[in-house]
């Protein structure tokens, strides 16, 4: 009797547990998946439509996604998604600050010790790491082309 219990306590336990909508996207052949939830922000390429649709994802059907509050997206002419990527943008702007405030904190230095205020040493360094800044916008996202090596799905799973 304890048995039959403890079954119809887990059968009405797993029935009352909500898995949530999960747009899935990943690499076959590999471990690499990524989910988007609701309120995900989302960057994809459609197949009819000419600009890329850039919003936050606000509702997820079996076969549908919905873009914004009104762009309704068939599952399989989605052609790519954009893959975003924390790092390089952090470094794109640390190093593009520390390049400006370099220049502006030894340029105000000199301005208030009389010396020459644009010192060649400092433009070259400050340039240098703006530029390597500005090198570093090119990383900040993925072009995940939908097709042969990239699936998309809409699962009833988490991940995180």
Known sequence: MRKLILLVVFVLGISA??????????????????????????????QNIKPVLHNYLWNLTDTTLTIGPRTTIRLPDVTAVYRYYYFPRLMTRLL???????????????????????????????????????AFIPLHQHKCNIGIRWKLKIMDINLN
């Open 96 to 134: 593009f600050y520390a390049g400006a405030g370099y220049f502006v904190v030894d340029s105000f230095n000199n301005l208030i010790n009389h010396e020459r205020v644009f010192n060649p040493q400092t433009l070259i360094i400050s340039s240098c790491l703006v530029g390597v800044s500005l």
């Open 17 to 46: 547990t909500y898995a949530q909508k999960t747009l899935v996207l990943e690499k076959i052949g590999t471990r690499s998946r990524f989910g988007y939830h609701v309120g995900d922000e989302l960057k994809i390429r459609v």
